[in-house]
């Protein structure tokens, strides 16, 4: 059988221990410090991107099947960035009961599975004779997204023309793509 006497000197012990509390402390915080930098210079290339393209294009964005739902999600989530965008697209004439005399919604219908299964989605749209517009109908419109109240505030286009429209060879829209880089002007 073997004794071993060991002797534990306290005083090199504590040194030691605080010498590896200060190593992990310091790490721990220059850790820290590096991610909060990181953060800083996100935040800080996002602004500049932001300032560099918030200021929205004089042409009109023309929505497209493919583009339709990014640009209808990105406005929605950001519609500050948005208002006073000239924007053009072709939809059917949808109405909701709780809507005025003047407004309507543009919609399409998004493909939501294999099974050709669809929902209306669609851009809250004013227009002065809005009520002479039917049901169903296709038309092409041209306007500025500007913001309005429909159970809380929704972007809305105000229309500046107006025009009839056939049904376009493909009718339904794509939803929303995760690959969408979201910017400030609609392209």
């Given at each position: 059988?073997?004794?071993?006497?060991?002797?534990?000197?306290?005083?090199?012990?504590?040194?030691?221990?605080?010498?590896?509390f200060?190593?992990?402390?310091?790490?721990?915080?220059?850790?820290?410090?590096?991610k909060?930098l990181?953060?800083?210079?996100?935040?800080?290339?996002?602004?500049?991107?932001?300032?560099?393209?918030s200021?929205?294009?004089?042409?009109?964005?023309e929505?497209?099947?493919?583009?339709?739902?990014?640009?209808?999600?990105?406005?929605?989530?950001?519609?500050?960035?948005?208002?006073?965008?000239?924007?053009?697209?072709?939809?059917?004439?949808?109405?909701?009961?709780?809507?005025?005399?003047?407004?309507?919604?543009?919609?399409?219908?998004?493909?939501?599975?294999?099974?050709?299964?669809?929902?209306?989605?669609?851009?809250?749209?004013?227009?002065?004779?809005?009520?002479?517009?039917?049901?169903?109908?296709w038309?092409?419109?041209?306007?500025?997204?500007?913001?309005?109240n429909?159970?809380?505030?929704?972007?809305?286009?105000?229309?500046?023309?107006?025009?009839?429209?056939?049904?376009?060879?493909?009718?339904?829209?794509?939803?929303?793509?995760?690959?969408?880089?979201?910017?400030?002007?609609?392209?």
């Amino acid at each position: 059988m073997f004794i071993y006497n060991f002797k534990l000197n306290k005083k090199f012990f504590s040194k030691v221990l605080i010498v590896i509390f200060s190593i992990i402390c310091c790490i721990l915080l220059a850790i820290s410090i590096c991610k909060i930098l990181k953060e800083i210079k996100t935040n800080k290339d996002n602004e500049i991107v932001k300032n560099n393209y918030s200021i929205p294009s004089p042409d009109i964005a023309e929505l497209t099947p493919e583009n339709y739902c990014n640009v209808l999600k990105e406005v929605h989530e950001d519609l500050n960035t948005y208002v006073g965008q000239k924007i053009s697209f072709t939809g059917y004439v949808y109405r909701v009961a709780d809507l005025k005399e003047n407004q309507f919604i543009l919609a399409r219908d998004m493909i939501i599975n294999s099974k050709n299964q669809t929902v209306v989605v669609g851009f809250l749209c004013e227009y002065e004779n809005a009520k002479d517009l039917v049901n169903d109908s296709w038309i092409k419109i041209s306007g500025k997204i500007d913001k309005g109240n429909f159970y809380g505030e929704i972007p809305v286009i105000k229309i500046e023309t107006l025009e009839e429209a056939s049904i376009p060879d493909n009718p339904y829209v794509s939803p929303p793509s995760d690959s969408f880089l979201p910017t400030a002007v609609i392209y």
